[in-house]
């Protein structure tokens, strides 16, 4: 089946981006990109060591060009860092080419699953509460995406059928 614009799944460090979009690009017979990923192969070096080495600027100018050319293409499902959305001009572009989908949670499972884990550097030395203040802010941008996925309390099959509902009747709208 060809599909007209692509999936892009953004959400917090955390949200499974990248676990569900696997799983969906197979279910879809779709092309999975993870921009972390391809950021890392690229520069040989984790993203932490990016952040570290190289800086956040240079991190997010390169995460803003590699998603731009992968969300042009066709067929593609995408797995945004949780930062990129964030961005203005990307946000346009995403809105032009792909439909765009938050996967939700509440901030305590968000916490939970990212506070200690030292693959994240932007949560680095943040305490809970700087950390659910961050989630709350990045929220009101989450919240420009097409759709919205509740993600709480569903197994990661449901997600991915939810997923492909609201997607499919976005391509027969659009
Ligand atoms: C970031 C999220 C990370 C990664 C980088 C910055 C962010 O991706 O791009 O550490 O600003 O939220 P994930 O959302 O895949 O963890």
Not at 66 to 93: C, M, P, Q, W
Request: glycine residues 6%; positive net charge.
């Amino acid at each position: 089946m060809e599909y007209k614009k692509n999936i892009v799944l953004i959400g917090m460090m955390g949200s499974g981006k990248s676990t569900i979009g696997r799983m969906l690009a197979r279910k879809l017979n779709l092309n999975f990109i993870d921009i972390d990923s391809k950021i890392e192969k690229l520069e040989n070096l984790k993203i932490k060591d990016i952040f570290e080495k190289k800086g956040e600027i240079f991190f997010r100018n390169l995460e803003f060009k590699e998603s731009f050319k992968e969300i042009k293409k066709n067929n593609n499902i995408v797995s945004l860092g949780g930062g990129a959305y964030l961005n203005d001009k990307l946000r346009l572009i995403i809105k032009k080419f792909s439909c765009s989908i938050w996967l939700h949670w509440k901030s305590k499972t968000l916490i939970e699953r990212i506070r200690n884990n030292p693959k994240r550097p932007v949560i680095k030395g943040m305490n809970e509460f700087q950390i659910k203040k961050m989630i709350n802010e990045r929220n009101k941008v989450y919240a420009k995406s097409d759709f919205k996925i509740t993600c709480d309390n569903h197994k990661k099959n449901e997600i991915i059928d939810k997923i492909i509902n609201v997607y499919k009747k976005y391509e027969i709208s659009n």
